[in-house]
């Protein structure tokens, strides 16, 4: 009689590890019925248009975002005496501390660019239509944060650039009639640039991303997940039709490679695209030249309707109104309750209250399209604004006293006779250009409706 043999020791562990993990799923399965919820899940369908990775995209640079702020805040110490030369050390001395800077920086930028690429196809499809007038407000909440979030962030810095943007909001704030100067007290804590690093701090690391972290889960998944995706009129013939592959693997494999691609190619441009030199630029002195590099695109359209406003000064009572201050931010901020409110508004003019799954084409809508067209346009002209400086006047010091040193270079620097045509040609084509653009869009839309 044969006498049985033991198998041997990895072929025990392999099967008694194969038990433990049934029993385990079996076990988690009869309290908290996962399986039941779980499988109707992996088979969700997907679009399958790479348009619709652009929500992906953002996600994903934020994930990257919240990483590396996270290895950035373990060594930046926000104390207004040495908050520069902390972000001097991280950049210089800290092993992977410059590289940390700037994949926080590029990732922001991609957030940013992919947060704007998303909702203009969300806007020019119609995709915010009823039922998801309520996704559409969080990302128009997430992209007003994210603004916020970047202008804090770069304030951070407590560089000449940093704190020349500080100041710009400080003037806003003083020329606010009757408590501007609260106002600016209670924001710098006295006088400028008082404890505002600490105070940016806090927002910048605990309060905005603790509000990232709540909208972004509720809007690209909880909701999204929830509803029944949009579909392009080219693949769906009717409202009701779901076409797509399932959520696993296909949609799952999408995803890992859209978030791969996002990490390569934010790391690519961390490693060979310098930015924000803080060393090169020096801490902030009040009595320096204010910097000539240009702001961020995306507080740029700011800066550059701030310019082109007229510097227009109304006494009144004793009071100097200055409403060429007030102009830019009330734009902004009525820009963006329309944005927020435009699914509602556009319900209201088309009487359109019927549920929509499949896109519009752009031609489809065309009021619609040339309105985005215009909007766009209005922008770029105000962006354009920053592009072109006028070239300082030349500093000479008394005979004995050290030579003021010279202004940096500007992006493009022209004499003042021709900033003021400059400035004067853009004024002229804030009020132009979108209108043209308007007419232009809707007339070649309708053709091709």
Aim: aromatic residues 12%.
């Amino acid at each position: 009689m044969a006498t049985p043999t033991r198998p041997a020791r990895r072929t025990r562990v392999v099967a008694g590890s194969a038990k433990f993990g049934r029993d385990s799923a079996i076990y988690l399965d009869e309290r908290l019925p996962f399986a039941r919820w779980l499988r109707p899940q992996l088979r969700k369908l997907f679009p399958s248009h790479w348009s619709f990775l652009l929500g992906e995209l953002a996600l994903y640079s934020f994930v990257f975002l919240v990483l590396t702020g996270t290895f950035l805040t373990l060594f930046y110490k926000p104390n207004p005496d040495v908050a520069f030369e902390s972000v001097r050390e991280i950049s210089l001395e800290v092993r992977g501390g410059l590289l940390m800077r700037q994949l926080h920086h590029w990732s922001a930028t991609v957030f940013v660019l992919s947060i704007v690429a998303h909702l203009c196809r969300v806007f020019f499809t119609g995709a915010f239509r009823r039922p998801r007038e309520l996704t559409w407000m969080l990302g128009v909440l997430l992209f007003g944060l994210v603004l916020f979030e970047s202008f804090l962030g770069v304030s951070l810095a407590a560089d000449q650039l940093g704190m020349t943007g500080l100041r710009q909001a400080q003037g806003v704030l003083l020329s606010v009639p009757l408590v501007g100067t609260y106002l600016s007290a209670f924001v710098f804590d006295g006088e400028f640039p008082g404890q505002v690093i600490p105070r940016l701090f806090a927002l910048h690391v605990l309060l905005v991303p603790g509000i990232l972290l709540a909208v972004v889960p509720l809007h690209a998944l909880i909701l999204t997940w929830r509803q029944k995706h949009t579909e392009r009129r080219a693949t769906a013939a009717a409202e009701s039709q779901v076409t797509g592959g399932p959520f696993f693997p296909y949609f799952a494999v999408k995803n890992a490679a859209t978030a791969l691609f996002t990490l390569g190619v934010i790391t690519l441009l961390a490693t060979f695209a310098r930015v924000s030199p803080v060393w090169e630029r020096g801490p902030y002195s009040p009595g320096a030249q204010p910097p000539s590099a240009q702001p961020f695109w995306y507080y740029g359209v700011l800066d550059g309707a701030q310019r082109l406003v007229p510097a227009w000064e109304i006494p009144i009572g004793g009071y100097v109104l200055q409403p060429g201050l007030w102009i830019p931010p009330l734009i902004l901020t009525a820009f963006f309750c329309v944005l927020f409110c435009w699914p509602f508004i556009e319900r209201r003019f088309t009487g359109d209250g019927d549920h929509h799954h499949l896109l519009d084409r752009p031609a489809r809508a065309p009021v619609r399209t040339a309105l985005g067209v215009a909007v766009i346009t209005l922008f770029t002209v105000l962006w354009a604004g920053t592009w072109v400086s006028a070239a300082p006047p030349d500093m000479h010091a008394p005979p004995g006293f050290p030579q003021p040193p010279p202004a940096p270079p500007a992006l493009l620097t022209v004499p003042a006779g021709v900033y003021e045509a400059v400035v004067l040609g853009l004024r002229v084509a804030v009020f132009v250009l979108p209108v043209a653009a308007f007419l232009v869009t809707r007339a070649i839309c309708r053709r091709r409706s």
